[in-house]
């Protein structure tokens, strides 16, 4: 066991240890190397077993299992995290185990029960600043907009630095704030004080840069965030779509295949299948659903919600009905804007076009909190519309799909070309009737040349009076 000096160093006064490293992280809520952790988690453990009265070292035990279990998609982690944390609070109510509950429940996507825990620690430590992120989050998950940017506002009056920032990015790229989200994972890719943490930043970054169609930029993001820690697995998903997207689909499914076996995260399972099934390899993708199937069990043994996932599979290559009432259970439970999409989206499939167009508008649309700036969602959109007739708008949104992102899946992004190119172009407006040829007419009595020309407004206002009033001459009467 490891004695941590309060600066995080160890006893002997040298550098930060890996234990010390990775304590730090989780408690302030950031991405920790895995190597660190496992020390940690090492370490923890054998403490609590002397000490099972510490309620701190739980709690930290608890966090350290959160995010293990998040880095290497290892569902079978958080029920120990649970217990952890749990036990922490049975010992003694603090800020940081509630903390680490609202965090594992995020991991878990209850958002409901995130909520509840994070308020529970603010309610016991108003200040904790660190208990805003997972707030936020679950703020997000449920469509509460306004109570996230209220919690960010709060975050940032209490806090600055690298943590704060990514997750203000977060809350911007909801709200379609690329830029700025661009920019603050930009600030805090260059604070970040581990490499962990750097890579996880510049993941995020290489994510907003790919949701914008930007291939080559997002390729850079994803080899470095890889250079700079080999274990971010998500940078190497990530790296598999930029590369399928510049047309490289042999590196492509290497770095696919690379990602899911060290995080086989069902996602990951559902893009590389689809891929497969772009390059006519059906059997290869075929592999990949069974294998996405297998992994929402297991995720689901150890409290996952990865029904999101599961719905959006069904509706494209299994039940869309069974999507449906998946989907339907998951509005229920966690209204957010990804669930609105995927359940419109099955809605469509399953041949309901008008109620899924109820929900592929909240999807999209600002005003039910849709700012999400989504090729995937203006593409469900517009194939909606299609469906039901609605040309001019299917359009627009096909064509919007497109302009975010060209390559925003290999199967759909063609299918949304090929829909446009039916629909073809929008008819010509027809042009308004012209007035007579009126050269040569006289000008009426009384009239006057104008001391000053009219501006074009007021041209446009006094044309359509005259226009107007010449149309209400009787017939037969003289005109002057």
């Known amino acids: 066991m490891v004695l941590l000096a309060p600066d995080g160093r160890d006893g002997s006064g040298g550098a ?66 649970e217990r952890a944390l749990r036990t922490s609070l049975r010992t003694r109510r603090s800020a940081q185990a509630l903390e680490g509950l609202a965090v594992l429940a995020n991991a878990r996507r ?7 825990w994070a308020e529970a620690a603010l309610e016991k430590e108003s200040r904790r600043w660190t208990a805003y992120g997972p707030l936020i989050e679950a703020c997000t998950g449920l469509n509460d907009h306004k109570a996230a940017q209220r919690a960010l506002d709060r975050l940032l009056e209490l806090r600055s630095g690298p943590a704060v920032q990514a997750r203000a990015a977060a809350l911007y790229r909801d709200q379609g704030r690329r830029e700025d989200a661009a920019a603050a994972l930009s600030d805090a890719a260059a604070a970040a004080r581990t490499p962990a943490e750097r890579a996880a930043w510049l993941e995020r970054g290489g994510q907003l840069a790919w949701e914008r169609g930007d291939r080559e930029p997002a390729l ?28 490289r689909a042999t590196e492509a499914l290497s770095a696919y295949r690379a990602a899911l076996a060290k995080q086989p995260v069902p996602e990951y399972a559902l893009e590389l299948g689809e891929l497969y099934e772009s390059l006519g390899l059906g059997q290869a993708a075929r592999v990949q659903y069974d294998l996405l199937r297998e992994r929402v069990r ?7 919600d990865e ?34 999409d995927a359940l419109g989206w099955a809605l469509h499939r399953a041949g309901s076009d008008e109620e899924a167009l109820t929900f592929a508008v909240r999807a999209t649309d600002r005003e039910h909190g849709g700012g999400v700036r989504s090729a995937l969602y203006a593409f469900h959109r517009g194939m909606i519309e299609r469906d039901l007739g609605l040309s001019g708008p299917a359009r627009r949104h096909l064509q919007e799909a497109l302009r975010i992102n ?52 007021e041209s446009a206002e006094s044309l359509g009076s005259a226009e107007s009033e010449e149309s209400e001459v009787p017939d037969g009467a003289e005109r002057r």
Do not use: C, N
């Open 16 to 81: 930060p240890g890996p234990e010390a490293l990775a304590r730090t992280a989780v408690v302030a809520g950031v991405p920790a190397s895995l190597p660190d952790l496992a020390a940690l988690i090492t370490d923890r453990e054998e403490h609590v077993r002397d000490h099972p009265k510490d309620a701190e070292s739980w709690a930290v035990l608890g966090s350290a299992y959160v995010e293990q279990g998040r880095r290497l998609a290892d569902a079978g982690a958080y029920p120990r995290a």
């Open 110 to 116: 209850d958002y409901r029960a995130a909520r509840g």
């Open 220 to 247: 850079r993001h994803f080899e470095e965030a890889l250079r700079t820690d080999p274990d971010q697995r998500a940078a190497q998903a990530g790296q598999g779509r930029a590369l399928a997207a510049l047309g």
């Open 298 to 304: 297991t995720a689901a043994a150890g409290g996952v």
């Open 307 to 340: 029904e999101l996932t599961l719905g959006l599979f069904e509706a494209d290559h299994g039940d869309p009905a069974e999507a449906v009432r998946r989907l339907r259970t998951e509005w229920k439970r966690q209204p957010g804007i990804a669930v609105a």
């Open 406 to 457: 060209p390559y925003f899946s290999p199967l759909q992004a063609p299918v949304a070309r090929r829909a446009l190119g039916t629909l073809g172009e929008p008819p010509a407006e027809p042009l308004p009737e012209m007035s007579g040829d009126t050269e040569g007419a006289e000008e009426p009595e009384g009239s006057e040349e104008p001391e000053e020309s009219l501006g074009s407004a």
